[in-house]
């Protein structure tokens, strides 16, 4: 016995000491994934975690713990035995080493292999964030070393092959730069009269006194360009011009050699005449100072076809800096979209700091190892053991969004917040929590329950589609309304001290899980009170009902996600969700996003666009940029709804998207008889489209380069769907002809946008990391033969293995088949290239 302790205190002792001089930083962590239909099993993933001592000192066997993060689900036993994987909370797991784990000698590497719960398909469905934690300090997490993906060439339908690629490419043809529209969106009526104006510092502006800040816009653009107009009026003039009569956004612009014209009824029209002046400049403008500018003499007859044409970003799953913000905002001016979305709070982050809650900031916009999520949040989507640092923790001071908001109504874009709630609500929640605790120890119990997001008692369990399972705000607790009224508050201040408009309040309402609240004290003695409220289902109504009341009070509406306008039923004994008819009549404005094909809620939009609801189309089908854009393991992006590439928001037909749907979220090709029952869309519900909506969830953008990658050119897309006109063919009732319609449509969008668009978006406002497809490959008649989705756009390859660089040889036609070890890029006019492109034989097996 005397030995076998002396045994154990030696081991505490040793890893006591390897606490002391172990360097987490020496661990580096390799993922692989391995083989999808483990064990023949169709949902189930083989992984290799691949974990390497590069210090001088041994990892031992036991003491510690990794913690990373994984939006899919691991597990908890390994192959070999040799660790357990647990799941902490929301995407948080642990690697825990078992008795089979022998420890990793300096040098050595050790290999856990684990099963996930769904196949791998590409980047983003890798582990990440990983960081150490020693046994004897759970509250100190440690950040490893280098994390390495290894390549994964996955076997499964759908697979987006460099041969995929060029027979989807092969129908698009090269249109000469002369014969395409140069004002995009494209206008209602566009004509081009022959000879230019040159706008030099000969030129000067003339402005009606309603259009004044427009003038001082377009002054600013101009000079930023190298252009110094004249302070003097003389014939050579740009002219602002008012006009009664004309709907709030419409303009004509008029050029001739000696003067442009701009004319509109109201400000909002002017900006965006001017921002069809710009894309009417030669796209190299912005590359280098030209003086003089030179634009063709054209007529122009414009105005959008939705009054609502906006765009969601998400940063509170990962922050984005506001240089990033306004950055967006220039290029959604520039494409005349007029709303931004701004996701500010989720589960994982609250970003933006009220001054009568400064706790919301404090606590809820970091994230680093915690415990007990009492002074910051834990790790989420890769974010780390260590607070402060991006994109895990940040947030918009006061400042900082006052300036968001008065650069946003500069350029007539209105700037919608959004608050998170019930759900999708931790990060507020555990705010409370700590304001909480802080004044309970003040002995200031009153104010310290003033706030409270949840009862203290309450003993529901659940968990979220993100695995959450204290997420939820308890919507019972008359604490929750002020919170709200607070916020609300707050938010008014903000606008009113930015002199920005403010509409409405966008307060979330999705993704609220079972058996949230049933057994909350709260609930129960609400519930004893309002005979109207028989189970928890009821509170929705009880909560939205309360927020609507408060958000009318001061003048504004009530935005949601689709569950706002939603009243639980059923139908034939199954679960049915059916417009809400007492929530009908305040026209609550309702944001859709579910349409996913085979998913049964196809028509849910022309659901409570029919039933009276206001209806912003937010389709994951085709608009939501966090989507993967195709099959390919180098691809990053979610695929839990579908794969979107620029077609999918070109294509979407607003008031029929069945029409021109014809694969599912998997890029399968569907049977149509899955639309028959499904509500159309009736001229009152049209009535009720306000419009379309783009978004970019933040789970996977971990920094402005990879938001930039994702958002363009894709929002290009949205913004022709939600400005220009209804084209001939979403209307054309004959299949044939529609389709061919639609190929001819499509192939000029390409050409405008790899020879006019995407060259103005390498500079513009110091150029955007957008997104350049790989070139398609194909074997014919011994030959090479390659291709690409945007006209313009220049391919370069390699014959030794190496990767194509801006310096590489120019793709002619004329590579033969005997060359071997042949890599493909495409290139932009910066020298930025793509993805590369391999030729490989296509894939023929299923996932």
């Known amino acids: 016995m005397r030995y076998l302790f002396t ?52 990892l031992p066997a036991s003491g510690w713990k990794l913690y990373f993060n994984s939006a899919r689900t691991i597990e908890p036993q390994t192959v070999a035995g040799n660790a357990k ?53 759970p509250e100190k997490g440690l950040p490893t070393g280098k994390f390495t993906i290894k390549p994964f060439k996955p076997n499964y339908v759908g697979l987006y092959t460099p041969e995929v690629i060029y027979q989807q490419n092969k129908s698009i043809q090269d249109v000469p730069e002369s014969q395409l529209t140069k004002v995009f969106p494209t206008p209602i ?22 259009f004044k800040n427009e003038a001082g816009y377009l002054i600013t653009e101009l000079q930023s360009l190298g252009v110094k107009l004249s302070s003097v009026k003389i014939k050579k003039i740009i002219n602002l011009k008012m006009v009664a009569g004309m709907d709030n956004e419409a303009y004509e612009l008029v050029i001739d050699p000696q003067s442009i014209t701009i004319s509109a009824s109201k400000p909002a029209g002017v900006f965006y005449g001017i921002q069809s002046l710009k894309t009417l400049m030669s796209p190299t403008v912005w590359a280098a100072q030209h003086k003089p500018i030179q634009l063709p003499c054209v007529e122009v007859k414009d105005g959008p076809r939705f009054p609502y044409r906006a765009f969601l970003l998400d940063v509170g799953r990962n922050f984005q800096t506001k240089a990033q913000v306004l950055k967006l905002l220039d290029a959604m001016a520039l494409y005349k979209l007029n709303t931004f979305h701004f996701h500010l709070t989720d589960d994982e982050g609250w970003r933006l700091a009220l001054p009568s809650l400064p706790e919301l900031t404090e606590v809820g916009s970091q994230r680093g190892h915690t415990l007990d999520s009492k002074q910051h949040l834990p790790p989420s989507h890769g974010s780390g053991a260590e607070t402060g640092k991006l994109a895990g ?15 946003a109504a500069a350029r007539h874009i209105a700037v919608v917040p959004e608050i998170e709630a019930p759900g999708h609500a931790r990060s507020a929640i555990k705010a409370m929590d700590a304001r909480y605790t802080r004044l309970m120890a003040e002995g200031n119990k009153a104010e310290a329950e003033k706030y409270l997001l949840r009862d203290l008692n309450d003993q529901s369990q659940y968990a979220s589609v993100q695995y959450w399972h204290d997420n939820v705000i308890d919507v019972s607790l008359p604490s929750t309304y002020n919170f709200v009224e607070t916020v609300i508050n707050d938010i008014i ?7 920005a408009p403010l509409a409405t309040i966008n307060f979330g309402g999705d993704e609220v899980p079972p058996h949230v609240w049933e057994k909350s004290p709260a609930y129960l003695a609400l519930k004893a009170t309002h005979p109207e409220i028989k189970e928890t289902g009821d509170l929705w109504y009880y909560f939205y009902g309360k927020v609507n009341q408060a958000l009318k009070a001061k003048g504004l509406y009530l935005s949601g996600w689709e569950e706002i306008g939603l009243r639980k039923t059923t139908i034939d004994g199954a679960t049915a969700y059916v417009p809400n008819p007492d929530f009908e009549p305040e026209h609550f404005q309702t944001e859709v996003w579910n349409n996913t094909i085979g998913g049964g809620q196809e028509d849910l939009a022309y659901k409570l666009a029919n039933g009276g609801y206001h209806v912003v189309l937010t389709s994951v089908t085709h608009l939501y940029l966090d989507m993967a854009h195709y099959k390919s393991f180098d691809e990053p992006g979610y ?18 998207y069945f029409k021109n749907t014809t694969v599912d979220k998997n890029g399968i090709p569907i049977n149509k008889s899955i639309f028959i029952g499904k509500q159309r869309l009736t001229d009152y519900g049209k009535t009720n489209i306000m419009g379309i909506q783009g978004a970019l969830w933040g789970e996977n953008i971990h920094d402005g380069q990879r938001m930039e990658y994702m958002i363009f050119p894709s929002i290009l897309g949205i913004a022709e769907r939600a400005w220009a006109k209804n084209p001939e063919w979403a209307t054309e009732k004959d299949t044939t002809q529609s389709k061919q319609l639609y190929q001819t449509a499509w192939v000029n969008f390409l050409n405008i946008i790899g020879k006019r668009e995407l060259p103005r978006l390498d500079y513009y406002h110091t150029g955007y990391n957008y997104r350049i497809p790989k070139p398609g490959v194909s074997v014919q008649d011994g030959r090479y033969v390659v291709n690409e989705q945007f006209p313009g756009l220049m391919i370069r390859y390699t014959t030794d293995g190496t990767e ?32 590369t492109s391999e030729p490989v034989q296509n894939a023929n097996s299923t996932l």
């Open 7 to 58: 045994a154990v205190l030696a081991l505490v002792f040793c890893v006591a000491e390897a606490q002391t001089d172990f360097n987490a930083r020496d661990l580096s962590i390799s993922w692989q994934a391995v083989q999808n239909d483990y064990q023949n099993k169709p949902n189930r993933s083989l992984q290799a975690i691949v974990i390497t001592n590069n210090g001088h000192t041994a």
């Open 85 to 137: 994987i647990e799941l902490v909370n929301g995407d948080l797991f642990t690697l825990t080493p078992t008795e089979g784990f022998k420890g990793i000698k300096a040098g050595d590497s050790t290999r856990v292999e684990i099963i996930g719960d769904e196949p791998v398909v590409n980047i983003s469905d890798t582990p990440e964030g990983f960081y150490l934690v020693w046994d004897a300090h």
């Open 189 to 210: 009526a566009y004509q081009e009269n022959g000879g230019f104006f040159t706008i030099d510092d000969k030129t000067s502006i003339s402005a009606s006194s309603e």
């Open 393 to 407: 923790s940040g947030f918009y001071s006061r400042a900082d969004y006052i300036e968001i908001l008065k650069y």
């Open 493 to 499: 201040g903000l606008y009113k001290e930015a002199g």
């Open 639 to 656: 695929y839990w709804g579908a794969f979107v590439d620029i077609d999918k928001p070109f294509s979407f037909i607003p008031y029929d």
């Open 804 to 835: 194509p660089d801006a310096k590489s040889k120019i793709y002619k036609g004329d590579l033969s088949r005997k060359e071997t070890n042949v890599k493909f890029k495409a290139f932009n006019s910066a020298g930025r290239g793509s993805n």
